[in-house]
């Protein structure tokens, strides 16, 4: 079946950059999501890439597909204190109706 | 810019009663969901719903947990006699559509504490 995995905890310094990793298994996954989480909110969609891309850049964030590898990655350029949440890696699988797979979750906190 | 939401935030109940959790969907969507995440776990799905009837559900969907549409605006979900182990946030989604260009929007989620 689906899995999604990614490491428990990140930190970083403000202003440095943060790279969050996630792997998957299901090959026919067609979109791969980056959801954020801050304390006590509901799951936010930051950006998505679908399979056939490798990477996709929106103003802070960078998203790499190693599609081979099955990893995705989520850069977080010139990270402030606000991002500062739980990031899931999530994929939808194409072979039914859109059920979204989640990762656990990586907290990343960044160090003022 | 539309949201989804859902009612309560936080609902505390005694083991074996029946709760409700709202859910008031992106207005012109039409496919929506369940999800839940026990403490420290994954988010795990439980249910899609889509032209007044479940499209798909996880195998966690037992026979205590329903789900309805009973108007134009809300989707819900019952959970008939509640365990211990149903104590999770609950989120609600919905999506234009359901193919996978499809973006589920999700709500802030219902924490449910069963005692």
């Known amino acids: 079946g689906e899995d999604v995995e990614q490491s428990l905890f990140l930190s970083v310094r403000e202003g440095d950059s943060s790279v969050i990793n996630c792997t998957y298994t299901?090959?026919?996954?067609?979109?791969l999501y980056w959801y954020k989480q801050e304390p006590g909110a509901g799951l936010q969609l930051l950006t998505y890439?679908?399979?056939?891309?490798d990477m996709k850049q929106d103003q802070r964030l960078t998203v790499l597909l190693n599609k081979k590898d099955k990893h995705l990655s989520l850069r977080i350029a010139d990270t402030q204190t606000g991002d500062s949440a739980i990031y899931f890696c999530?994929?939808?699988?194409?072979?039914?109706?859109?059920?979204?797979?989640f990762g656990i979750g990586t907290k990343l906190q960044v160090i003022p | 810019e539309p949201e989804v939401t859902q009612t309560p935030s936080h609902q505390v109940t005694q083991m074996g009663q029946e709760v409700i959790l709202r859910c008031v969907p992106i207005?012109?969507?039409?496919?929506f969901y369940w999800y839940r995440q026990i403490l420290g776990q994954k988010v795990e799905f439980l249910v899609s719903?889509?032209?007044?009837?479940?499209?798909?559900k996880s195998e966690i969907f037992d026979d205590q947990f329903s789900v309805e549409r009973p108007d134009g605006s809300n989707f819900t979900l019952k959970i008939r006699s509640t365990k211990l182990e149903d104590s999770a946030m609950y989120f609600c989604?919905?999506?234009?559509?359901?193919?996978?260009?499809?973006?589920?929007?999700f709500g802030p989620g219902t924490r449910l504490t069963v005692l």
């Open positions: 989604a919905s999506s234009e559509g359901q193919s996978s260009t499809d973006t589920q929007y």
């Open positions: 299901d090959s026919s996954s067609t979109y």
């Open positions: 890439i679908f399979s056939n891309m």
């Open positions: 999530a994929e939808a699988y194409s072979g039914g109706y859109q059920k979204v797979t």
């Open positions: 207005s012109n969507h039409l496919y």
């Open positions: 719903f889509y032209n007044n009837e479940i499209s798909e």
